[in-house]
């Protein structure tokens, strides 16, 4: 019963086929196969407008180097201050962009309001040279606390920072389970919206080391090709991520995987609710489950051998925090987690 | 008849193997893996010493991360102009450093002398903090144009720095092939002779993505797990790189690919020698071939769809110049190429 | 009546006449001058013990300089929200250190308690790979609100940090004001309290552009130099700074200077107690008084042409918060602030 | 008999004045003060144009500002290899673009000519993401070694690299001793023959230390004021570096302290020139004398207390190559320099 995260697990069959059948021959390097070229029309199908997409191997360097391209050394990228990029991956938006400065807000669930962020655009001022300034605002999608973000939502984040001419990325780490949520097109929650970049994630979601950064205006994609070779994120031999896209994009396959584990997720929060003995930190919205747990459920999830993370991170809403002995269980459900693993997790934790 | 480099292959049979062998159930994120810890323990053995190890996908980002984590923003590494780290990755180590400056030395056939180095160093006063500070040394083995420094010739390398504590680095993005060149331990030619930090390359010789920063005093590894991080360069799934390097590793298979793309160099320098009709810019030591190519010869090759890469950088030795019309053609073997290729190229450069 | 801040002012009678008298004949260049050398010296004296220091001529330099000197890329820094070096700075800290992050803490005033540097510690675990790693507490003396730390408190947060090895840093941007106003020696509020390094304000009192980082034990001074020299702040006719601090330190200038400027602090705020009418948003205890105006009082004083600041950052202690139209005004002395200009001050305060 | 830089003399009399004058009373800080107004006044008069001034203490900062402002981080910057950018900051312009690269280029007398700058960028393939990108020519105005370039020679110079839309920068430490020796106007030799930015040194010419980076395009200059901050090199108090500024710039001073300075050196060569014993390794074009010097030379001159630097940087021209025992002694004359000394010179000199 292993929930700790989803990217424990390997790829799926299929990516793992695609990379096997990608593997003969020669082929042009660093990035100019046909494997990431097919890969970019395939991306361009699926946002339905023209994109330029950038193959790396890590969510971080994805992350980065969608900043680094868009902010300057100087600017400030605003944020949930328990997004990834503020609190996960130890300092690398600030390498890569130079030392920029990530401005962390709070919001439940990792979620941003707009107001919160106009608040924030009030306290740093344009054109003072005393202050970083603000040139990009960051959202999770779904959020760190296994939130969605709403069409409107997004676009509501956008009109807030649209005055002060931010541009808006996503961290799509686990854009999968958002879009399989929503049952939406990906256009819609992203340039439709307002977001001009984004960390489209395929590693959580079936691949073994593949995410894409999705620019949407093509403009805002001219230093991208120098950043991610100075960073050695230009792979030589370009096909083996691109293979993994290949196999993730076919027939809608990375579609199917969220929605697997989306549907595991939903199913152990179903069966939590219907035991009524624990209640959610948050709501189940995508493939995660953060369980409050009172240490008699610590022991007996210890005992029957299940595996989840205790969250130290996100503060409770107003008026639910936690009780002495109980902390906040992670439980993620990933397109590797089975059913039966799901149904005895349940059953656990209908018994304390 | 594609002898453009020895990355444009996929990865060996065993490798593809080891690879799929490596996706079933669930691992420790990060480098925590079975895999890893079984691969650091391969490279213990072969190095004949505790070594620390650290797995990424290129060698740009190996190359950069063993120079940033023993040189600081103010040092100076001492290279030959042509090598890969000052001529052929953008940059990468002067972001990764911090902006240390990358001393381009001349030296035929990309090989340093001593005395080239020890006469740089004089120019670079220590302590004088109007000028970086000399911190470390690198060579590339083989070298850019394909020749193999005996362990003599590093152990002179390393005691020409040495009064000045500089490390020693190797690039050893075909080190494969210089081990398999030299019929050498490989701790003979590394640690043994003075290196302190070695990029161990896997990619062109047979990985699809994988390189190791092999440290040899593991007190000089504190900051690489960080430096790693924050270059987005510590895979989730660290097991795609582990099962690459245990399936290169496991029963030499890393030096039969090598002894075989040497042997695939080696026939076509005597196939050309035989003939008598071109000459050699360097010795063929390793899995490459420098040919000076009249207009004739680049006439047949393209007639007959012979891929290779007219190499512009090696300055010929004194006294070869290239004659109006000529070129040298860079011709590699790798772990893919197949004897009949090599015919049938040796076949085209006989009727020149 | 301008109490805009203590930067405004030229220098001092004394500082300028120092400058004036070393401008004669030749020196040697880069800080090797007989000026800087003597103020070694002085400073030595000033602390009671060896010490290392590095004339600059800005705070952002000097603060910048001690931070990048003893904190790593993937460092963080703990230290007020509002202090200079994470609000002030435009992102100096991260371009100097390569990246490292400004971890911003609340406090009254602007003044840190160990519990809330204790508790954030907590949130970055040691050697945890994706957290960036504690490595330096920075505060301010006096605070960004004009508050001081006793040798007591700055002994206790030391104490807070020093089981993880974290440096402590003091912005002395007005530490002559801090001395001052406690009375105490140089020595007891720094290094045996345990303040690693200092950056000792000369031009907020009295000086033209004369900052010192002061290094109490020598080996964190290594990299200085180089950082320095760097970034462009190893001035070739380096005795301009060193005479500014001769000026400053020689027969207790600076302190007298930092007197007078507490003495009119006081003296404003002492008048407006009397009067009754305005409330002080935080204890003037150097240079600086924070009241809170109603609309009335603004209105008055923008009528009689008094100059001050608008306070926007410093949030009010719970139960003391801003009534609509009322706003925290920052009024500063300095040397240069004229005891009738605080009785017409007063005067005007005293009406509203 | 001081001749070893032209930074070793304080500031001349009239500049001392103009600080010693600028001290009183408060002026808005940052920048924003009388002062630093009137000297862009001035500085748009010299230059018969609309300049983006930017103010600095040293030469370093002012260069690597100017680089910084340009260059992206992969970019490359051509320059002569001993020029100061490259030989003489530590490596301060690799700090301030963020790790682009400085690439040395060879030349008589650290003078560039376009058939090697145009051979350079041959080597560096547009758009090629292995490669830094040339975005920048830097020369020096004297050259390092004390030659001028014409305004002919400047403009053919851009000639060669506008094509490729290179930026010219102009390190100017001894741009008054060019002009002065051209008896040109300032335009001439900057934006009229295509310098794009222009570090204008006060120091070496009679400032204390007071330099500006003149951008001559304002959209050039929209990110100098956020580096500069973040260089910590804003001061509180500009008008310290306008007020030299306006000393200097007032009635033609510069100009006047150039003259006498390069009149000094002129002076000196002509008598050794008299003397028939040495010969000179450049020609004397502005306020330096490189002489050859054999040892009973250098014996003299150590007997009498000459004071100079032996230059072991510039090769010298083909043919001239130094023999056994003989240097080149690099003698400088500034505004500081007496006709007395240089006589005393001169006569030591013909003795030899």
């Known amino acids: 019963m292993n929930f700790i995260s989803d990217n424990l697990a390997g790829a799926s069959a299929p990516v793992m086929l695609a990379m096997a059948a990608a593997n003969d021959g020669f082929a042009a390097g660093y990035g100019n196969d046909a494997w990431t070229r097919r890969v970019e029309g395939l991306f361009a199908d699926l946002f339905e407008r023209e994109v330029a997409v950038f193959l790396v191997t890590t969510g971080t360097a994805a992350n980065s180097l969608a900043l680094a391209s868009l902010v300057q050394p100087w600017g400030a990228v605003l944020c949930h201050h328990e997004a990834h990029i503020a609190a996960d991956e130890c300092g690398a938006p600030e390498f890569f962009t130079g030392g920029a400065k990530i401005v962390g807000l709070p919001g439940d669930g990792c979620k941003l309001a707009?107001?919160?962020?106009?608040?924030?655009?009030?306290?740093?001022?344009?054109?003072?040279?005393?202050?970083v300034q603000p040139q990009m605002l960051s959202i999770t999608q779904a959020t760190e606390c296994g939130l969605v973000y709403s069409a409107e939502e997004i676009a509501a984040l956008k009109q807030a920072v649209a005055p002060r001419g931010l541009k808006l990325h996503m961290d799509g780490a686990r854009f999968a389970n958002a879009v399989a949520a929503l049952g939406c097109a990906p256009a819609e929650i992203t340039w439709r919206a307002g977001v001009d970049v984004?960390?489209?994630?395929?590693?959580?979601?079936?691949?073994?080391?593949?995410e894409a950064v999705i620019v949407f205006d093509p403009a805002d994609a001219d230093e991208m090709p120098w950043r991610r070779?100075?960073?050695?994120h230009t792979l030589s031999k370009g096909r083996l991520i691109g293979a993994q896209f290949e196999g993730l994009l076919a027939s809608g396959h990375w579609l199917d995987l969220a929605r697997h584990a989306n549907a595991m997720a939903r199913r152990l929060a179903d069966a939590?609710?219907?035991?009524?003995?624990?209640?959610?930190?948050?709501?189940?919205?995508?493939?995660?489950v953060f369980l409050v747990l009172p240490s008699q459920a610590q022991v007996?999830?210890?005992?029957q051998g299940a595996q989840y993370i205790a969250w130290s991170d996100g503060a409770l809403p107003a008026g639910q925090a936690l009780q002495p002995g109980e902390v906040v269980g992670r439980f993620v459900c990933s397109f590797a987690t089975?059913?039966?693993?799901?149904?005895?997790?349940?059953?656990?934790?209908a018994t304390v």
Chains 1, 2, 3, 4 share one sequence.
């Open 198 to 210: 984004l960390s489209f994630g395929g590693t959580k979601n079936g691949a073994f080391a593949a």
């Open 338 to 349: 089975r059913i039966e693993e799901v149904d005895r997790l349940a059953a656990v934790l």
């Open 300 to 303: 007996a999830l210890a005992a």
């Open 272 to 288: 939590v609710a219907s035991a009524g003995k624990l209640r959610l930190a948050w709501a189940c919205e995508a493939n995660e």
């Open 114 to 131: 707009p107001e919160v962020v106009i608040d924030q655009l009030a306290r740093l001022r344009a054109g003072a040279v005393h202050q």
């Open 229 to 232: 070779k100075r960073a050695g």
